[in-house]
């Protein structure tokens, strides 16, 4: 009897532990939640890319290819950046075609994974991850966004530096 009783005391302690972990999470940054989802989890991102050549060769520019999850803390910082920063915003739209490819590998493990592979960031890379291409779709650049942070967020003049390193030339 006295078993039963500390097993379920016990169960329920551990029941409480795990309850708890994704309260300590949010609360800390861990894992930030926009309340909406940046990344279409179901959208074909060789579809994404294909329409992005398209409009890279109408408008003369660049192609920014985000990879990420809705899940993913690092990526939320980094979309957010990318909207409220206004030097970084103004960058994005004067020279780059934008796209968010989700890669959520709890969603679906092979979800854009043939992107992930072509673009070389299959095994030493976490999210985000930055993918820059040329007007034509040949690929430039693959970037570990972990080079651009800086304590708990990405280092705006590291982002900025990064987009202009890319930037086409006119």
């Given at each position: 009897?006295?078993?039963?009783?500390?097993?379920?005391?016990?169960?329920?302690?551990?029941?409480?532990?795990?309850?708890?972990?994704?309260?300590?999470?949010?609360?800390?940054?861990?894992?930030?939640?926009?309340?909406?989802?940046?990344?279409?989890?179901?959208?074909?991102?060789?579809?994404?890319?294909?329409?992005?050549?398209?409009?890279?060769?109408?408008?003369?520019?660049?192609?920014?290819?985000?990879?990420?999850?809705?899940?993913?803390?690092?990526?939320?910082?980094?979309?957010?950046?990318?909207?409220?920063?206004?030097?970084?915003?103004?960058?994005?739209?004067?020279?780059?075609?934008?796209?968010?490819?989700?890669?959520?590998?709890?969603?679906?493990?092979?979800?854009?994974?043939?992107?992930?592979?072509?673009?070389?960031?299959?095994?030493?890379?976490?999210?985000?991850?930055?993918?820059?291409?040329?007007?034509?779709?040949?690929?430039?650049?693959?970037?570990?966004?972990?080079?651009?942070?800086?304590?708990?967020?990405?280092?705006?003049?590291?982002?900025?530096?990064?987009?202009?390193?890319?930037?086409p030339k006119r």
């Amino acid at each position: 009897m006295k078993t039963r009783i500390l097993q379920n005391s016990l169960r329920v302690s551990l029941l409480l532990a795990f309850a708890a972990i994704p309260m300590r999470l949010q609360a800390d940054g861990g894992t930030e939640s926009t309340g909406s989802k940046i990344y279409d989890e179901l959208a074909d991102g060789s579809e994404q890319v294909a329409k992005a050549i398209v409009l890279a060769t109408k408008d003369h520019k660049r192609i920014l290819l985000e990879f990420g999850a809705n899940g993913c803390g690092w990526c939320i910082k980094l979309h957010k950046l990318f909207e409220s920063d206004k030097t970084i915003s103004e960058e994005l739209k004067a020279n780059y075609v934008f796209a968010l490819i989700d890669n959520n590998k709890e969603h679906d493990k092979e979800h854009n994974k043939n992107l992930v592979v072509k673009y070389g960031a299959e095994y030493n890379f976490g999210w985000p991850f930055l993918v820059v291409l040329n007007t034509d779709g040949t690929h430039l650049v693959t970037k570990n966004t972990g080079d651009l942070e800086e304590g708990d967020h990405h280092n705006p003049q590291k982002v900025l530096a990064f987009l202009k390193e890319w930037e086409p030339k006119r």
